[in-house]
């Protein structure tokens, strides 16, 4: 019996975002098309050498994406909307890209045939995690068609280079599950969009392809019968195109979907053992010899060692009696991509720590210790039990005043003082706001200069004051145009903050950040998650003087702006050695110091981010419960403790809420922001029929988007919104933080929606 090593999809990004900065010259203009794509040629090239040294048999194409491949994969299939104006059987760069991020007409690379104003596609998250997907669209009456051979051609591209590849497909039922609709179902188009996958397998047979990895992480969600025909359908007729298909399936067990999968007419299946790690005695007896499996057994999502010890303990008598691939989880996409890169993380922890080179290091391992038995591998063995060891038993992990504090949460820590209607009454004259009140969600541009000065503040080039006199520049500069515009509640732009994460990760106890450890969001935008490897606490307060700095400036209301604690979780590279939930409210309870300081400081107004609520809900519906119920104690937990008057706000965005409003509810926030530009306010018929009790902020302007809307868009969304919801509730506000744009688009866009809340409230 033999095992390989497979490589699901590498980060696409390259070890020092090169991606990003190449795909950031060109849309300003400072590239050519055949630059951006010579320099995209050169990240897939990479990619194929690093990942073939570190021992990787099967390799993966088709993984790379100029953007994202759900978008991608719609381009392949000509799911474009008639408003990108592609002719059929075409998309262009510019097609691609105005779906991605909109258009202005001017946009380099974007065509003046794209007219002066096209909205972006929506964009949601990628199952549970911090990815985010263009969302397909279909119409009735929409014919499909094959207009890029971008799997075929990376392939070649690959094999002319001596690396032989097995192709990523996402899988068309994932796809059409994924799809967003109008007057139609999405599975109406199965036989079209089978018939293209069809075609595109039969190329990659023809181009000499043995193997294809489809994606249908559907799989591991409740299926639908729909769902479950179409993937009988569908797989019935895949499987005769002349290639063998590896079905993946990620991000969770196959639960009740096991038979199901095995019985499909594939080659082989991948299954996740990290996140569904009891599925594997099922998996084996259901699985047939004929079945090659793919097992999961190194993270593909989070940044810990493996113990290699004791998953060979459990591999060892599998690998004796059939032959195995052993892969990542999922794709590497959300790791980051090089652990030697980063030369200033602790050392202690950094012996923790496995990013996707040393992953695929840990396969090779495993690897060799199968094939060839563990004292061909004894060192790194060693080397790896050595660093579980310290792990379990450092003392830098476990803080006991944490956990008598956590010991000493009562449920009335988790309550307001009073109900929603005296808060509004208390509230309104504390603040006196008008109808429709203007605010913004948080972040200005974050401008060259504001970059250059932190850069050059972190290498040690300017010292603290002259870097904190120029913040307080910028911070004055953003709250006198907030007054000269007529903003109702103004933010003091948050200069000072690398991210709305990582600023609360590095003034908190239990965290520690890397220097290179980026990981795509989307397109060419990059984050570093912290790594939450301890207990958490609050050492001192960590925004008061600034928002304290900031209200001196002006009469009018300054929020106080956080990052909530299930955000805080969700978008950290977060510890395995407990559950989720308690570091939770680890979080929640150093937020709620930061939340009771601001108001004795003087805040009205405290918003608290709570961005990745909806990501975090798991994938099965039976499992969302649980983690709604601890999720909102945690929140509740960080913003109970204020007074009536004290006007708690949160904001949301890229997410589907209609289907736990109940519990967005139970936050029991005063005024809630969300993402409803690029959704056409579609969002808000949830909220009208729960009968949503506090204020709501729409967002009318798209911030993901370079396209700055006018005052008739954003008055004809608010009126949208008030079809939903009473003209009391309603706030005016981006449906997102404003730090990626430039203050040539926002200005506009800000005084045109502080125009429309202005017509909006004449006309009331």
């Known amino acids: ?210 193997w294809v990895q489809i994606d249908e992480p559907c799989l591991v ?57 009891e599925q594997l005695g099922a998996v084996l007896a259901a699985a047939p010899e004929s079945l090659l499996l793919s097992l999961g057994v190194i993270d593909g999502r989070n940044i810990w060692r493996a113990d290699l010890t004791a998953l060979l303990d459990r591999l060892e008598p599998i690998a004796a009696t059939r032959d195995l691939i052993l892969a990542p989880s999922c794709s590497l996409l959300h790791t980051p991509i090089d652990l030697a890169l980063e030369t200033g993380i602790d050392a202690e922890i950094a012996q923790w720590l496995a990013f996707a080179v040393q992953k695929i290091e840990e396969l090779s391992v495993l690897k060799g210790a199968l094939n060839q038995g563990r004292d061909s591998v004894a060192a790194p063995l060693a080397a790896s039990a050595q660093a579980a060891a310290n792990r379990r038993t450092s ?82 500069r953003a709250i006198r145009w907030q007054e000269e515009v007529g903003l109702d509640m103004l933010v003091h732009g948050e200069f000072e903050r690398n991210d709305m994460v990582q600023y609360f990760g590095e003034q908190l106890a239990g965290f520690v950040f890397t220097r290179q450890g980026w990981v795509q969001s989307y397109g060419s935008r990059c984050v570093r998650p912290p790594i939450l490897f301890g207990d958490v606490s609050r050492p001192k307060a960590m925004t008061v003087e600034w928002w304290r700095y900031a209200q001196d400036l002006t009469v009018r209301p300054m929020k106080g702006m956080l990052t909530g604690p299930v955000t805080i979780l969700n978008w950290s590279f977060v510890r395995d050695d407990q559950p989720r939930s308690a570091s939770c409210r680890q979080i929640a309870l150093a937020i709620r110091d930061e939340v009771t300081d601001l108001e004795a400081a003087g805040a009205k107004a405290i918003q608290i981010d709570e961005a990745a609520l909806r990501e975090g809900l798991p994938l099965r519906r039976k499992d969302w419960q649980a983690y709604l119920d601890w999720a909102v104690e945690c929140f509740r937990l960080s913003a109970a403790g204020v007074a009536d008057a004290t006007q708690i706000h949160t904001h949301m965005c890229y997410s589907e809420f209609n289907d736990i409003l109940p519990s967005i509810g139970a936050m029991d926030t005063d005024v809630i922001s969300i993402e409803t530009a690029r959704s056409q306010m579609e969002l808000l018929a949830g909220f009208a029929s729960y009968r949503y009790p506090s204020g709501i902020g729409p967002g009318v302007y798209d911030i993901h988007a370079p396209r700055v809307p006018g005052v008739v868009e954003m008055v004809d969304l608010m009126k949208l919104a008030r079809t939903h919801l009473d003209a009391s509730q309603l706030w005016v506000n981006p449906d997102c933080g404003l730090k990626t744009r430039k203050w040539a688009e926002v200005r506009p866009a800000i005084e045109a929606m502080v125009a429309a809340a202005r017509e909006l409230r004449a006309a009331a």
Request: with cysteine.
């Open 1 to 210: 019996m033999t095992v390989t090593i497979a490589t699901l999809g590498f980060p696409r990004i390259g070890p020092r975002r090169e991606l990003k900065f190449a795909l950031e010259r060109f849309w300003s203009g400072k590239s050519s098309e055949a630059e951006l794509l010579d320099s995209a040629a050169g990240l897939r090239t990479a990619a194929w050498a690093r990942q073939r040294s570190l021992g990787t048999d099967w390799l993966p194409s088709n993984d790379f994406s100029l953007y994202d491949h759900v978008l991608d994969t719609s381009v392949m299939l000509g799911a474009i909307p008639e408003r990108y104006a592609a002719a059929e059987g075409t998309a262009d760069l510019a097609t691609y890209f105005a779906m991605a991020r909109g258009s202005t007409g001017d946009d380099a690379g974007c065509s003046h045939a794209h007219g002066a104003g096209e909205t972006a596609q929506e964009m949601t998250k990628w199952f549970d995690t911090n990815y985010h997907y263009m969302v397909p669209e279909l119409v009735a009456g929409q014919r499909l068609s094959l207009t890029t051979a971008k799997a075929v051609d990376d392939y070649r591209e690959a094999r002319a280079q001596g690396f032989e590849t097995r192709p990523v497909l996402l899988g068309p039922v994932t796809w059409l599950s994924l799809a967003k609709t109008r007057d139609v179902d999405a599975f109406d188009f199965l036989d079209q969009v089978v018939g293209l996958y069809s075609a595109v397998l039969s190329q990659l047979a023809a181009a000499g392809a043995e």
């Open 221 to 277: 969600l409740d299926l639908s019968d729909r769902q479950r025909d179409a993937l009988t359908r569908a797989y019935d007729r895949l499987s005769r195109c002349g290639v063998k298909l590896m079905l993946t399936t990620y991000f969770g067990g196959l639960e009740d979907n096991l038979s199901f999968a095995t019985s499909l007419p594939v080659a082989g299946l991948h299954v996740d053992l990290v996140r569904a790690p």
């Open 395 to 476: 003392p830098r992990i476990h803080d006991a005043a944490v956990a008598a504090r956590i010991a000493a949460v009562t449920p009335d820590m988790q309550q307001r003082r009073s109900g929603h209607a005296i808060r509004q009454a208390e509230q309104q004259a504390a603040l006196g706001l008008p109808l429709f009140p203007t605010t913004t969600i948080g972040s200005f541009p974050q401008t060259p200069e504001v970059r250059q000065a932190r850069s050059q503040h972190g290498k040690g080039l300017i010292d603290d004051a002259a870097y904190e006199g120029f913040l307080r520049e910028e911070t004055e």
